[in-house]
């Protein structure tokens, strides 16, 4: 299995702000389980992914909210972004696609 939804709704987060991207990807999930032959709970779990880490402050109108309320700066906050979504890339996919492996979402490759 590869992760081409994850990269997908990750696409589409940076496009939109993150609150948008899920009403842009539900649509997709349908042709996304046709092309793929998965259950459609199979194709849209890997965009929850792509959605939960904002890569730039933007993404996120709560963050823009706080960077003001803090008197904080736009590439600090960018930097706890990048490193928030590098986490995620490295521990959260390993971690997801073992969980679910483990409960047989889809099989080991």
């Given at each position: 299995?590869?992760?081409?939804?994850?990269?997908?709704?990750?696409?589409?987060?940076?496009?939109?702000?993150?609150?948008?991207?899920?009403?842009?990807?539900?649509?997709?999930?349908?042709?996304?389980?046709?092309?793929?032959?998965?259950?459609?709970?199979?194709?849209?779990?890997?965009?929850?992914?792509?959605?939960?880490?904002?890569?730039?402050?933007?993404?996120?109108?709560?963050?823009?909210?706080?960077?003001?309320?803090?008197?904080?700066?736009?590439?600090?906050?960018?930097?706890?972004?990048?490193?928030?979504a590098h986490g995620v890339v490295l521990i959260g996919l390993s971690l997801t696609?073992?969980?679910?492996?483990?409960?047989g979402l889809v099989g080991l490759v």
């Amino acid at each position: 299995m590869t992760f081409c939804d994850h990269w997908v709704s990750d696409l589409i987060s940076h496009l939109t702000t993150a609150p948008a991207a899920p009403a842009v990807l539900a649509p997709l999930a349908g042709a996304m389980s046709e092309a793929t032959s998965w259950p459609v709970h199979t194709v849209a779990l890997p965009q929850i992914i792509g959605i939960s880490p904002p890569l730039l402050s933007y993404q996120a109108p709560p963050l823009m909210i706080a960077i003001a309320l803090a008197y904080n700066s736009v590439p600090s906050l960018t930097r706890i972004c990048l490193g928030l979504a590098h986490g995620v890339v490295l521990i959260g996919l390993s971690l997801t696609y073992a969980r679910w492996s483990l409960i047989g979402l889809v099989g080991l490759v």
